[in-house]
């Protein structure tokens, strides 16, 4: 039987678990988002960020925004939890001047593609936050040429749902900073079950600061990895913290 959109949000959560170690990405966004009074996780996907925060005993206010249905369904399966969820991409925020922190973890702001979009939404972020407040993400860097690893990457087998699934993956282009990929989940005998396609940028760290600034953004820290690592010619990650101007 073909996969849902829900089970491939649920089979997100097996493949990419929140994991707040020392040293990761996942710690990183924690410990920040921790420091703020209110929190807004932009391209939230499945909640996990925000749900990992409830559990960690965080009181303030919490909001996620993504544009994918299924992971947002996923994501409100947390009924326990308060949490504000809106179905909608980085440009639509409704919020205005409400959060201390955005955050967009685990490479969601490669998701915005066209120039436009990409300006958009970091204003409708710069937009959201107040006076002050700060926005940490990352974006693999152009330089590592991250596609050319998973175009060479083995399948990968797991269980899911009482089902052993093998997911593998093509690079279908690399053009102008953008990579499409297709993700392929089939079964052990080969029968495909999904085939998923993402586009993906790869923004150069020049025209991202300066896209940073004209939505009224300051540079506050920047590195090369999740250890605060600064960014050399053999970084894989650009991990921004910018202030509101
Ligand atoms: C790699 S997932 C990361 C999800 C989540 N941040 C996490 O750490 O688990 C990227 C997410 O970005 C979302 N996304 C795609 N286009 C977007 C857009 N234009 N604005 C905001 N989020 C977007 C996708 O739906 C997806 O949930």
């Not at 593609?113 to 300006?119: K, M, N, P, Q, Y």
């Not at 937009?127 to 991250?146: C, K, N, S, V, Y």
Request: hydrophobic share 40%.
């Amino acid at each position: 039987m073909d996969l849902t959109e829900d089970d491939v949000a649920a089979i997100y959560d097996v493949t990419d678990p929140w994991r707040a170690e020392p040293g990761t990405s996942d710690a990183l966004y924690t410990e920040f988002a921790m420091s703020a009074q209110s929190v807004l996780d932009v391209g939230c996907g499945t909640g996990q960020m925000l749900h990992c925060l409830r559990d960690n005993g965080y009181t303030g206010r919490l909001a996620g925004i993504d544009p994918d249905a299924a992971s947002l369904r996923r994501a409100q399966r947390r009924a326990d939890i308060a949490v504000e969820w809106v179905e909608g991409t980085a440009a639509d925020i409704p919020w205005k001047q409400e959060f201390e922190v955005a955050t967009m973890a685990n490479n969601a702001f490669q998701c915005l593609i066209e120039d436009d979009e990409v300006r958009a939404s970091l204003t409708a972020i710069r937009g959201a936050l107040t006076d002050g407040g700060r926005f940490l993400f990352e974006t693999r860097h152009p330089q590592a040429r991250a596609w050319e690893d998973w175009a060479a990457a083995e399948p990968r087998r797991l269980d899911f749902a009482g089902r052993v699934l093998v997911m593998s993956w093509e690079i279908e282009s690399a053009v102008d900073g953008v990579v499409t990929m297709i993700e392929t989940t089939s079964q052990e005998d080969g029968t495909v079950l999904h085939v998923g396609r993402d586009r993906l940028r790869f923004l150069d760290l020049p025209t991202l600061n300066a896209w940073l600034e004209d939505a009224g953004f300051v540079v506050e820290e920047q590195y090369g990895d999740f250890r605060r690592g600064p960014i050399t010619s053999d970084s894989r990650s650009i991990v921004t913290i910018a202030r509101t101007a």
